[in-house]
């Protein structure tokens, strides 16, 4: 269908990893803009509280992103239930901290396995079901998928392969002749939201407040932005994107200015545990 008839009827979206945090706040700004929503979750239970405080016919599935299978039933049910898959977007990720030597394999392994096997697994089950309809693959990555992470090491290499894969399969697809299936990666910096409510006191987690601690609903702002007008990096803000891409494209700048970001980021901590967060 095009595009334009796309936007006259909306179809199904499919948000993973929306249980709580930003996928949440994502799964209920599909639904305003009339999609039928099936909300997703590792966790049953809050997908399914979620999807009943969205309402506007939102619906619940249990999907582990780093199972192929359960995605794929997640996609099959949407396009069932729609007609039509518009939108979907890769959202589940886990963040541990710490050096890459000081954490087990087993975190090591979620990490890559949710943050990079989940944002695959969504991206390439998603496309088969829009090869006849076209639409629309949203990836959240991170500020940490454009730079070097110290503390987060092993989380920015599941992001740098979320956004390497996205966009390698973006011009996969226009190789292809596929002209009308868009890949928009989204790049925030911290975000207040569950994943970083007991970080404050996390030494490690220094660079995820070490510039603008974002509210989710400054990227859902991002995600509106490219949902209206495909994009295939946006940083969150635009100006920590650029801090982020000279500090990679001089490497050698950013190791010697990682002692003043990380002490900034810990001022921050240190600052939000005394005085709280401002909304
Ligand atoms: N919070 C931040 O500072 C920040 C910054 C940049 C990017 N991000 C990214 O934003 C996205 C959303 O994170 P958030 O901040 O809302 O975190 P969050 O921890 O609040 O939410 C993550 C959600 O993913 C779900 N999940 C975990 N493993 C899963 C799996 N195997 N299958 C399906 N769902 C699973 C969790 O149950 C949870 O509902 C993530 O990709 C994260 O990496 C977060």
């Avoid at 089950?125 to 454009?146: K, P, Y």
């Avoid at 399969?169 to 928009?184: C, H, K, N, P, Y």
């Avoid at 007991?198 to 220094?206: E, G, H, I, Q, T």
Wanted: with cysteine; aromatic share 2%.
């Amino acid at each position: 269908m095009a595009r334009a008839a796309m936007s006259e009827v909306r179809g199904g979206a499919v948000v993973t990893g929306a249980g709580r945090g930003l996928g949440r706040q994502i799964a209920e700004l599909l639904a305003a803009r009339g999609h039928h929503v099936l909300v997703t979750d590792v966790d049953a239970a809050s997908a399914q509280a979620a999807a009943d405080e969205i309402g506007r016919g939102a619906t619940a599935m249990a999907v582990d992103v780093r199972d192929a299978t359960q995605v794929e039933a997640a996609r099959d049910a949407v396009v069932e239930a729609a007609g039509r898959l518009d939108v979907w977007v890769n959202n589940a990720g886990v963040l541990f901290t710490g050096p890459a030597w000081e954490q087990s394999p087993e975190q090591r392994n979620l990490i890559l396995e949710v943050n990079a096997g989940g944002t695959i697994n969504g991206t390439v089950a998603a496309i088969e079901a829009m090869r006849t309809t076209g639409g629309h693959i949203v990836n959240i990555v991170s500020l940490a998928g454009l730079t070097a992470v110290p503390g987060e090491a092993v989380y920015a290499a599941s992001k740098h392969a979320a956004i390497g894969f996205s966009l390698s399969t973006l011009q996969d697809l226009r190789l292809a002749g596929v002209e009308d299936i868009d890949i928009s990666c989204i790049c925030p910096d911290g975000i207040w939201t569950p994943m970083l409510h007991d970080k404050l006191d996390d030494l490690a987690s220094a660079l995820s407040f070490s510039g603008k601690l974002l509210q989710p609903g400054e990227v859902v702002a991002a995600v509106a932005k490219v949902l209206d007008k495909p994009r295939p990096v946006t940083a969150v803000p635009g100006w920590r994107g650029l801090v982020a891409r000279l500090g990679d494209a001089l490497p050698g700048l950013g190791l010697a200015a990682v002692p003043l970001v990380v002490a900034q980021g810990r001022r921050t901590q240190r600052r939000l545990l005394r005085d709280g967060i401002p909304s």
